[in-house]
């Protein structure tokens, strides 16, 4: 499955100024466009300060060119620990992300890209942003031990089951199964739409999680991997209303991924309340409050890149 993928609470904000974007679109990014800083070697222009400063605008956040620019400082920092580390997503799982994003907001991804452009941030530098929004939580996961190894310890459980009233959470547990139709990289142009248009019509013909393989074995280059019990609140992203959307024994809609195009087998769904979904509900609770501000792990990350930075400010 394609890796847990969101973008920040700060992009979701976007849309709530395209109306005032089509209305009153700033002046369009100057094409004369200088180097304002240099951060390891990598060059900032006075073109990308301007864009971030119209994306922080959308966004209603204060500080404009000032503001902008230590962003992007931070952003170049990212992208370098992100490539580094080998933690980036794909350019498909951006674009999914992004083509999601419209579709969330009722648009086109070209309507998407005309309210950017009016705004005078442009759909690449959105994507740039995505990119690195989707990726630097991998980067700080690994640094500090983050997603699925953040285990609380059994007095933790016990405390936070006694704040709700002494009652285990209720969620739901999947059991899932993924079907991937390959489509290997070097051909991912030629043959991506055939592929897809194969899983869309297989769907209805998914015999269920005990005969996939068997089903499998009828199509070319298809894979099945039994993903195991999974709590709604540990479904990636980009799967989880997918996933909420289709029923039990049914499968979900078709993704595009870095892997081809792949869905997922409900074998079952049910109701638990036991320590382990308590244990997921809680730790759930507690990303989600992290998102609210900047993650401190994330901040001392950064506070560290900066240190050892060369930052020339032109």
């Known amino acids: 499955m394609g890796g847990k993928l969101s973008i920040t609470r700060a992009v979701s904000t976007l849309i709530l100024a395209c109306g005032i974007a089509f209305a009153a679109a700033p002046a ?4 004369a466009s200088k180097v304002v800083a240099v951060v390891n070697g990598t060059p900032i222009t006075s073109g990308d300060v301007a864009k971030r400063a119209a994306f922080l605008r959308l966004q209603r956040h204060a500080g404009g060119q000032a503001a902008a620019r230590q962003e992007l400082i931070d952003e170049v920092l990212k992208r370098a620990e992100v ?12 674009d999914a992300a992004v083509g999601r994003f419209a579709a969330g907001n009722k648009l086109t991804v070209q309507q998407l ?4 452009d009016q705004a005078g941030v442009g759909l690449e530098h959105f994507k740039s942003y995505v990119a690195v929004a989707m990726s630097w939580p991998r980067v700080v996961n690994a640094r500090f031990g983050g997603g699925g190894n953040g285990r609380l310890s059994n007095e933790e459980l016990v405390r936070r089951m006694q704040e709700n009233g002494g009652n285990k959470p209720v969620t739901t547990e999947y059991f899932l199964q993924q079907v991937i139709f390959v489509v290997p990289a070097s051909k ?3 043959i991506i739409g055939k592929r897809q248009a194969e899983a869309n019509a297989s769907r209805s013909k998914y015999p269920g999680c005990e005969q996939a393989k068997v089903f499998a074995a009828t199509m070319r280059d298809v894979s099945i991997r039994n993903l195991g019990r999974m709590m709604v609140q540990e479904i990636p992203g980009d799967w989880k209303p997918l996933v909420e959307k289709a029923g039990d024994g049914n499968t979900t809609a078709t993704r595009v991924t870095d892997k081809g195009v792949e869905y997922l087998g409900i074998c079952k769904k049910r109701q638990v309340s036991d320590d382990l979904a308590a244990e997921v509900v809680f730790r759930a609770e507690d990303i989600g409050k992290k998102n609210q501000g900047e993650d401190a792990n994330s901040k001392k990350y950064i506070e560290e890149l900066r240190k050892r930075a060369q930052i020339i400010d032109k």
């Open 28 to 31: 369009a990014v100057q094409a």
């Open 188 to 190: 991912r142009n030629a």
């Open 83 to 94: 490539v580094r580390v080998g933690a980036s997503v794909s350019t498909s799982d951006v």
């Open 113 to 116: 890209s005309q309210v950017l």
